[in-house]
């Protein structure tokens, strides 16, 4: 595994594919409000901290962690192991998070892409009070039918901004998603022009406040940047 090499790779991939939206958005005559750049969240659910630390040296800044135990494990490691590199690191929740699980996951992490829901929003709110701390929150909206997937209804998604907009430590920063999981591109791109539709709408109604659109994983992600991805959730490709 040289994950210096695929991080390389992948950053011409992206390369590759925002020339392709330049073109796109260009022909249909609109402005891409995600930006010119992309970020990379390396997925790291399979690996173990040591493998983080390595990524890090490789030049990943942002680590995506689904389950909120690996997360906690991984975080003291490093803190143990490496406090130097600690405050480098970004640690953000891109699984499925309950709300039993809110403690530790603001107490880790710098980001919760998957806020799915006004109850949530509100439990995370009053944690981050308890250790006077403001964390970044993506909403995740649903734009597949399948009924594996997570995330709010874009029609009830405009209700939870407003929430997480009246929250004290919540700092509203965009959207996520996950798309179906196809072989069949249209249905993949579907998904991702669902969420800047929305992101758009996000963004015009609140500004700059909302710079993130993350969507996109190992198999998907140059799609994902061609529809206006700016930040995307990589795994398996870089930790190969």
Known sequence: MNIADN??????????ALERRLERFS??????????????AAASKYVGADTIIEGYKAGLRIFGENK??????????IKAARPDILNDIKFHVIGHLQTNKTRD?????????????????????????????????LIEIKTSTENSKTGIEINDAL??????????????RGV??????????????????KAYDFFETLKNKYGACCRYLSMGM??????AVECGANMIRAGRILFK
């Open 176 to 193: 996520m998603t996950m798309a179906v999981f196809s072989d069949n591109a249209d249905e993949v791109r579907a998904c991702f022009v």
């Open 7 to 16: 991080l390389s790779y992948v950053n011409q991939e992206i390369a590759i």
């Open 105 to 137: 996951a603001v107490q880790c992490a710098e980001m919760i892409q998957s806020v799915d829901s006004i109850k949530l929003a509100r439990i995370l709110n009053e944690q981050c009070e308890k250790i006077n701390k403001n964390i970044d929150a």
């Open 159 to 172: 209700e939870l901004a407003a929430e997480i907009k009246s929250l004290d430590r919540l700092q509203l």
């Open 218 to 223: 190992s198999d998907d992600f140059t799609l």
């Open 27 to 40: 022909a249909a005559g609109r402005e891409c409000l995600s930006g010119n750049t992309v970020e990379v």
């Open 68 to 77: 909120i135990q690996d997360l906690k494990s991984k975080y003291e490691f």
